[in-house]
C-alpha cells in the first residue's frame, strides 16, 4: 500500500493531532477512580467468597461427584477462547497485511493478555488443594494434558506481553516528550520502556521485524493453547466429550468470543475514549463482517458436533443429546444456539445492521452465549456417565451453582476489566506511532 | 586446554569472542559435571565406609519380623519418626506387592443388594454415607431384560485413564496392578474424576468425616487414611488387607459368597464367604464371565458372572421392576 508521504510542516501538525487525540485519555478520564473502587470492591467480595471455600472446602460450591467440574472450568474454557483474539487480530489478519486493523490491534492485545493472565488463576480457583499447586513443577508428569496446558499458556502469556510491550517502545518515546509532568512512578515506566528509541532508520527495522517475528510465533501457541484446553475434555472416554473435531471446534468458537469482545471494547473506547476519528464506522463495519465468517466457521463446527451424533443417537450419546435438544438443558442450549449465535451472525449479514451501536448489543449477545456455550460443553455431559448415579443425595444429581460460585466466577472478569483498565491509564488504547506512520508522518519525528 | 589454544589466537580475537564466551559456560559446566561426580564418588565411599565400621553391631527385629544385624553407628531411634514412618508407608505402598496380579470376580448371580461390603468398605476408609469406593448399583441391560444389583468397585484397568490424566503422580499404577491415590500428593483438580468412565472415584468436598481423630495418625497410601479435604479417594482393593494376606473388606464383609479375589499370576481365586479356592480362568471360562464396557479399551480387572440361575431375584423397595431413572445405562453396550 502506498501512503501519500506528508511534508515535513504537515507531518509535525498531523503527528500533534494525533498525539493529542490519542494521549488525551491517559491525563483526561473522568469516574476513573470511581471505576477502580468498583472493581476493589468486587475483589473483596470475591477475596472473601474463596476465603469460605478455602476454609470449608470445594464443599461450598454445587459441584459433586458425578459432575465434578462445573462452572470454574467452562470459565476456565472462556478465558482462554477470549484470549485468542490477540493471534487474531494482530498476527493473522496483520500478516495478511490488512491495513484497518491498525487501531484495534492494541485493544486486541490487551483483551488477549488480560484473559490468558487470568485464566491462569481462574484454573486455581477450581483447585482443591491450591496449596499444593507448586506440585505440578515439582512432581508433574508430562503425560497429562494439565501439563501441556500449563506450558502453552504461560508461553502465551510471555509472547503476549512481548507483542504489547514492544510496540508501546515508541510510544513511550512519545509520552516521555509529550506528557512530562505525570507523576514520577509512571515516568519511570516510560524511561524504562522507551529503550532509548530516537526514531533511526535501524530502530525501525529491528522493531518491525521483531513484531513480525512475535506475530508467526503466536501462531502456533495461540492455537495450541485452545486444542490443549479441549482436548481436558476429549481426552476422555465420555461420551459427549469424547469427540476428535474438539480441537478446532474450540478454536473457531474462541475466535467468536474474542471478535464479540473487541468490537465491545472498541464501542467503549470509540465512544469514551472520543477516538471516533480513529475507530470509525468503517472498523466496525469491517469487524462486523469479520464476525460473520468466524461465526459462519463456528456454526459449521457445531453442526459437526451435534447433528452427526444425532443422526446416529448412540446410547450413550442419546442421553446426553435429548437433554441437550428437549431436556433438561433445552433452553439454555437453544437461546445459546441460536440467540446467541445464529441470529447475530445473520444479522449482521446485512449492512445496515454492522453500526455501533447495534453491534455493541449483538455482540453482547455473542459473548454471553460464548461463555454459556462452554457451560454447556463442561456440565451436561458429567451428568450422564455409563453408569447409572445411585445411592447418593439428590444434589449429586443436578449442578446448580451457589452464590459464592457465582462471585468466584464474576471475580476474574473484574480481574481483566482492572488490568485493561490499567493499561489503557498508562498507555494509548490505539498505537500511536503505528496511526502517525500510516497517516504518512515523516517517520523520523515520531520519537 | 581450549581457553589457551583461543587466546593464543590473538589476531582473531574480535570474532573468537562470541565462541570463547560460549566455551567458558562450557567449561563451567563441564567443571560443575566434574566436581559433581567427585562429589559422588566420595559420597559413595563414604558411605562404603560407613557400611563396615570397626565399631559394635547390634541385632534388631524388623517390622516384618527377620532379625537383621546392623551397625550401631546407623541406628535411628523409630519413636517421635512420624514423617520417617509415613515416608516408609509411601514407599512400600507405591511400590506394591511383587509378583502378584489382583483380580476380583464379582458373581451377580449371588448379590442381593445386602450392602454389607459398601458399610465394610466405608468403615475402613472412614468415609461419609455418599462416598462409595463399591457401590451396589440397579442395573438392567435393555428394555426387556432382568434388572440385577451389581456391585461397583474401581476397576483397577490395566490402561487406566485416570493415571494417565494426573498431572501430579498423585494416582497411579503399581506393579501388583492396583491403582492407588496418594492424598499427600493430589492437587484436587479432579481430572481423574472426568477421565474414569465408570464413575469409580470419590472427592473429599468438605472436612473428611473422622479428620479430627484421625490427624495425628501416620498417612497410609494403601488405605488412604486419614482422609484429606480436597483430595480423591476411591476403592484400593484394600491394599493394606493384601499386604496382611487377607482378603479385602468388601469381600470378607459378604453374606452371600458374591466376591471372588486372588491373584492372576497364580489364576486362583478366593471366595470371600465360603473361603473355597478356585480356579481363575475355569470360573471365567465355565460361567461366561465378562468385563464392563471392555470396548473401551481400559481392561479391567475386575471381571463379572453374569445373573442367570439367581439365588436372590431382583426386589428393590418392594418393587420388582425396575426404575426407568435408576437405570439409565449408556455406553457402547447400546
Given at each position: ?12 501538525k ?20 470511581l ?7 468486587i ?17 461450598v ?11 470454574y ?59 499444593r ?14 501439563l ?7 508461553t ?37 520502556l ?7 532508520p ?95 466457521i ?31 438443558w ?21 449492512k ?20 454459556l456455550k ?25 449442578y ?8 468466584l ?17 498508562l ?12 497517516k504518512g ?7 | ?8 589466537n ?13 566455551l ?84 451377580l ?19 461419609r ?7 451396589v ?12 444389583f ?31 491415590i ?5 492437587i ?11 464413575s ?29 479435604k480436597?483430595?480423591i ?18 469381600t ?20 470371600g464367604?465360603?473361603r ?13 464371565g ?15 458372572l ?13 418393587k ?6 435408576d437405570?439409565?445405562v449408556g455406553?457402547?453396550?447400546?
Open positions: 500500500m502506498s501512503v501519500n508521504k506528508l511534508s515535513t510542516e504537515e507531518s509535525y498531523s503527528l500533534d493531532k494525533i498525539e493529542t487525540d490519542l494521549l488525551r485519555p491517559m491525563t483526561h478520564h473522568k469516574g476513573f477512580e471505576w477502580i473502587l468498583f472493581l476493589i470492591l475483589f473483596i467480595v470475591g477475596g472473601y467468597a474463596y476465603f469460605i471455600q478455602l476454609r470449608d472446602g470445594l464443599g460450591t454445587a459441584m459433586r461427584d458425578y459432575s465434578s467440574w462445573g462452572m472450568i467452562g470459565n476456565f474454557v472462556f478465558f482462554v477462547a477470549a484470549s485468542l483474539i490477540g493471534m487474531f487480530i494482530s498476527s493473522v489478519l496483520g500478516l495478511l497485511k490488512i491495513k484497518w486493523i491498525t487501531p484495534i490491534t492494541r485493544i486486541a492485545e490487551m483483551i488477549a493478555l488480560a484473559f490468558a493472565m487470568w485464566a491462569g488463576i481462574v484454573i486455581v480457583i477450581d483447585m482443591g488443594r491450591p496449596d499447586l507448586l506440585n505440578v513443577f515439582l512432581h508433574g508428569r508430562f503425560q497429562s494434558p494439565i501441556w496446558d500449563v506450558t502453552v499458556v504461560s502465551y502469556v510471555a509472547i503476549s506481553l512481548l507483542l504489547l510491550l514492544l510496540p508501546l517502545i515508541p510510544d513511550a518515546a512519545i509520552i516521555r516528550r509529550r506528557l512530562p509532568n505525570l507523576p514520577k512512578w509512571q515516568m519511570k515506566i516510560y524511561d524504562l522507551y529503550l532509548g528509541w530516537e526514531a533511526r535501524e530502530q525501525y527495522r529491528i522493531i518491525k521485524k521483531a513484531m513480525r517475528i512475535l506475530a508467526i510465533l503466536i501462531i502456533p501457541v495461540a492455537l495450541a493453547i485452545h486444542t490443549v484446553t479441549s482436548w481436558l475434555f476429549a481426552a476422555t472416554l465420555r461420551a459427549g466429550w469424547d469427540s476428535a473435531i474438539f480441537g478446532p471446534y474450540f478454536v473457531s468458537g474462541a475466535f467468536v468470543a474474542g471478535v464479540a469482545a473487541v468490537i465491545i471494547a472498541m464501542y467503549f473506547f470509540r465512544y469514551n475514549y472520543k477516538l471516533s476519528d480513529y475507530i470509525t464506522d468503517f472498523h466496525f463495519n469491517r469487524m462486523g463482517q469479520v464476525l460473520v465468517l468466524v461465526s459462519a463456528y456454526i459449521y463446527f457445531n453442526l459437526n458436533e451435534y447433528f452427526v451424533p444425532a443422526y446416529k443417537m448412540r446410547t450413550a450419546e442419546k442421553l446426553h443429546l435429548d437433554e441437550m435438544f428437549t431436556g433438561h433445552a433452553i439454555l442450549y437453544w437461546f445459546t444456539q441460536i440467540a446467541c449465535l445464529a441470529i447475530p451472525s445473520f444479522l449482521l449479514i446485512f445496515r445492521m454492522r453500526r455501533p451501536f447495534t453491534m455493541l448489543w449483538l455482540s453482547v449477545l455473542v459473548l454471553i452465549g460464548a461463555w462452554r457451560f454447556l460443553i463442561v456440565v451436561p455431559v458429567q451428568q450422564h456417565p455409563y453408569l447409572p448415579i445411585q445411592n447418593v443425595p439428590e444434589s449429586f444429581h443436578h446448580i451453582p451457589t452464590g459464592i460460585e457465582i462471585t466466577t464474576i471475580l476474574p472478569f473484574a480481574g481483566v476489566l482492572l488490568i485493561i483498565t490499567i493499561i489503557a491509564k498507555f494509548p488504547v490505539i498505537s500511536v506511532w503505528e496511526i502517525a506512520h500510516e508522518v515523516d517517520e523520523s519525528i515520531i520519537k | 586446554m581450549e581457553e589457551a589454544k583461543n587466546l593464543s590473538s589476531s582473531q580475537q574480535e570474532e573468537n569472542n562470541a565462541r570463547r564466551g560460549f567458558k559456560k562450557l567449561g563451567l559446566v563441564v567443571g560443575a559435571g566434574a566436581a559433581m561426580t567427585a562429589g559422588a564418588v566420595y559420597l559413595g565411599y563414604d558411605h562404603e565406609q560407613k557400611k563396615n565400621p570397626d565399631g559394635k553391631k547390634v541385632r534388631v527385629l524388623t517390622a516384618d519380623g527377620q532379625l537383621m544385624e546392623v551397625s550401631e553407628a546407623e541406628l535411628i531411634e523409630a519413636a517421635n519418626q512420624g514423617t520417617n514412618e509415613e515416608s516408609e508407608l509411601q514407599r512400600r505402598g507405591r511400590e506394591g506387592l511383587p509378583g502378584k496380579h489382583w483380580v476380583m470376580v464379582i458373581d448371580s449371588k448379590c442381593r443388594n445386602a450392602r454389607m461390603c459398601m458399610a465394610a468398605c466405608q468403615g475402613a476408609h472412614h468415609l454415607p455418599e462416598q462409595h469406593h463399591i457401590n448399583l440397579r442395573m438392567q441391560d435393555a428394555e426387556n431384560t432382568e434388572p440385577y451389581m456391585p461397583k468397585p474401581c476397576y483397577h484397568c490395566d490402561n487406566p485413564p485416570c493415571t494417565k490424566v494426573c498431572p501430579v503422580d498423585a494416582t497411579f499404577k503399581r506393579q501388583d496392578g492396583i491403582v492407588l496418594d492424598n499427600q500428593r493430589c484436587g483438580c479432579r481430572f481423574c474424576i472426568a477421565a474414569c468412565p465408570y469409580a472415584r470419590v472427592f473429599n468436598w468438605i472436612e473428611p468425616l473422622k479428620s479430627e481423630e484421625d490427624k495425628d495418625i501416620p498417612y497410609d497410601v494403601e488405605l488412604n487414611v486419614p482422609q484429606r480436597g483430595t479417594s476411591k476403592c484400593l482393593f484394600s491394599a493394606d488387607c493384601l499386604r496382611k494376606g487377607e482378603l479385602p473388606y468388601c470378607r464383609a459378604c453374606p452371600n459368597g458374591v466376591y471372588y479375589f486372588g491373584d492372576l499370576n497364580e489364576d486362583t481365586v478366593t471366595n464367604t465360603t473355597e479356592t478356585v480356579r481363575f480362568s475355569e470360573l471365567i471360562r465355565k460361567n461366561g465378562y468385563t464392563v464396557l471392555e470396548e473401551l479399551g481400559t481392561k479391567p480387572q475386575v471381571y463379572y453374569p445373573p442367570k440361575n439367581r439365588l436372590f431375584p431382583y426386589q428393590y423397595e418392594g420388582t421392576t425396575i426404575d426407568p431413572e437405570s439409565r455406553g457402547g453396550r447400546g
